[in-house]
């Protein structure tokens, strides 16, 4: 039996870590983020849609997505961001489930994990067998963005006020694994859902 298992958490919790370890562990792994780029490559339908309803300058000099400068429009405008949602969430879900539904056909009991931020927030509950939060304390989710390169005060506070409460991701939760200590504390943890997950289910 195959399972669809979501991965979430809030922005700089660590999702992509988890997710790069399921993956070195044989963990078939999509990501909302990877499948939104696939999206807007150059001479896309949602590209075009996008340059045509925001204009020109958010494209590249190779004709790419400038994503940092979409990303800086979207958080500076509720409208602007509702109007991409709308775009490209619709065809993030469509890609999810194809993907999954090939990957299945291949390997019958394996399971699949969604990497999704705002995995609760769009209500991607009932597409899913189980959701896995990675969380960290508020504190260490600003440390870690802080950190990061071309992230203003503002963005922090307009991409973290854009997201659920913690407690009601927590709560929506089937299991979840803490990231608030050290890498190896982070793979140990790691290890222990994965082998629950191999005594279900499998991931093959």
Known sequence: MTRRIGLTGGIACGKSTVAEMFHAA???VLDADGIARDLVVPGSPALQAIIAHFGPALLGAGGDLDRAALRARIFSDPEAKLWL????HPRIRETFIARSEEIERQHPRASVVWVVPLLV?????ALLDQILVVDCPRTVQIERLRARPGWT???ITAVMAAQ???AERIAAADWVIPNDGTLARLEARVAAYLRSLQGTSGFA
Do not use: F, I, P
């Open 153 to 155: 005060a503002e963005q």
């Open 85 to 88: 949602e709308a775009l490209l």
């Open 121 to 125: 927030e769009n209500g991607y509950r």
């Open 26 to 28: 044989g963990v078939h």
């Open 164 to 166: 659920c409460d913690r």
